[in-house]
């Protein structure tokens, strides 16, 4: 393993708080600690230790771990320091290490070493990272699964069957003269690589399922200007988040509110009122207005009751929920609409939860299996499909061979494993070709 300078961080959330943990990695992590904190304590075992300066000031009492490498996160010799979370011990302490020639780490350095040093994979890292932002119960579910190495077991299954499906095909290229090669197993190669890109498939819409739990479902206020649609956000946000004035055209940027509805994330996005206008500020904001309807899995389409304005946005794909807003100003019965509202009054606010609510648990029902929700693993692995159609598809054995590579290598990057070299081991084991 190859030697990196010894890097510390704060690892606990911003102080002052109960406890803060300072984290060390790297080679000198061990003859530092043992320079603050005197003899280190059996590895993983924590130990209530004197924390001084070289010159013996006393900074802290807390607990130290160590944990040497490999079998810690890094997979380098690590040290936790469980201080007392006063921002003035944490600097102190910070002041020694630097002192000492250790350097702050830098954002996920931690865990890059963790990948460079083959603790985790590209799967498992997105997944921490995941697991770190959750918001949602639903979000930190999908993130565990990533960062348990489920998933990256699944992908790691498939890449082998590519590669002794190419191990096949190529000793079939290789040795097609000798007599102990099986005589034709490339139908049974074929029989599984069409099953692989069945998987693939299932695994794409899997994944591309996973953005709404992910980045959230979004639901697009959207309607005539004046119609109440910041009023509204403001309303489901519980506080003044978006200009609210008797003006039409007073929102122009995109505004989004993130509400946690039975463990989704669901974004709210406040819009620009939909109409044709000479003024050029307004003109961008309706602009955006549209792009928004075009990406929302809801739309809200707010029409004040008392206006005759109409929802005359057809060609949108996501579902509409008529909403008739400023109910408090009609007492005559309204109709025409899924549901009324006044922002106002606070009337059919809950009613109106409870129907996006139900959006996402429909929606959520429709979905067989959920993946990461990442637009880099769906790009590769419609990569990868389309080199199994180019194997699939293809007359010459070779070339055939060859995208059989080019989809294994696809697949590799989803992990950031990209192994040549397990071809011969394979070969080997399928084959006893030195006889
Ligand atoms: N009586 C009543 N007035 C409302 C209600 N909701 C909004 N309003 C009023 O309607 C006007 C427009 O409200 P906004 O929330 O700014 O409407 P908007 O759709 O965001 O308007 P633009 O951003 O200009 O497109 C304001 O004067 C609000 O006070 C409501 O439920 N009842
Ligand atoms: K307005
Ligand atoms: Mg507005």
Redesign the pocket.
């Known amino acids: 393993m190859q030697l990196k300078p010894t890097i510390f961080a704060l690892s606990s959330g911003a102080t002052p708080s109960g406890v803060a943990v300072l984290r060390l990695s790297g080679p000198d992590s061990f003859s530092v600690a043992e320079t603050l904190s005197g003899h280190l304590p059996t590895p993983r075992m924590a130990a209530l230790k004197s924390i001084r300066t070289r010159n013996g000031d006393l900074l802290d009492r807390g607990l130290v771990l160590c944990f040497p490498g490999p079998a810690s996160f890094t997979g380098e010799d690590c040290i936790e320091f469980h201080l007392h979370g006063g921002r003035a011990v944490v600097d102190a302490v910070s002041r020694e290490l630097l002192d000492l020639g250790i350097r702050p780490a830098e954002a996920g350095e931690f865990t890059k070493r963790a990948f460079e040093n083959g603790k985790l994979d590209l799967v498992e890292v997105e997944g921490l990272g995941d697991l770190i932002s959750a918001e949602t119960e639903m979000q930190r579910r999908l993130a565990i699964e990533h960062t348990s190495g489920g998933l990256s077991a699944v992908y790691a299954g498939w890449a082998d069957r590519l590669t002794r499906a190419r191990a096949l095909i190529e000793a079939e290229l290789d040795f097609a003269d000798e007599e102990d090669i099986p005589g034709s197993v490339s139908d049974q190669v074929w029989d599984d690589v069409e099953r692989l890109k069945a998987d693939i498939k299932t695994q794409l819409e899997a994944t591309q399922h996973g953005a709404f739990v992910r980045n959230g479902f979004r639901v697009v206020?959207s309607?005539?200007?004046?119609?109440?649609?910041?009023?509204?956000?403001?309303a489901l946000a519980k506080r003044d988040v978006?200009?609210?004035?008797?003006?039409?055209?007073?929102?122009?940027d995109i505004l989004e509110v993130d509400l946690n509805l039975e463990g989704f994330l669901v974004r709210l996005v406040?819009?620009?009122?939909l109409r044709e206008t000479e003024d050029i500020v307004e003109q961008e904001g309706v602009r955006r207005a549209r792009s928004a309807i075009e990406t929302a899995d809801l739309i809200l389409a707010?029409i004040?009751i008392d206006s005759d304005a109409e929802w005359n946005q057809t060609s949108v794909a996501a579902p509409v929920l008529k909403v008739g807003?400023?109910?408090?100003?009609l007492t005559a019965p309204s109709i025409g609409y899924d549901l009324v509202?006044?922002?106002?009054?606070g009337s059919g606010i809950s009613a109106l939860i409870d129907a996006i609510t139900s959006e996402v648990r429909k929606r959520w029902n429709g979905i067989a299996a959920i993946g990461p929700g990442r637009l880099r693993h769906v790009q590769h692995l419609k990569h990868t499909s389309f080199f199994l159609e180019e194997a699939l598809s293809g007359t010459q054995l070779d070339l055939r061979a060859e995208s059989l590579r080019l989809a294994g290598e696809c697949l590799g990057r989803i992990t950031g494993r990209v192994d040549p070299d397990d071809m011969l081991g394979v070969i080997f084991s399928e084959f006893c070709i030195g006889k």
Not at 223 to 233: Q, R
Not at 341 to 345: Q, R
């Open positions: 206020i309607g005539p200007p004046n119609a109440g649609k910041s009023s509204l956000l403001n978006a200009i609210v004035t008797e003006i039409a055209g007073t929102t122009r406040d819009t620009a009122g707010l004040p807003t400023k109910a408090d100003l509202i006044s922002s106002k009054d």
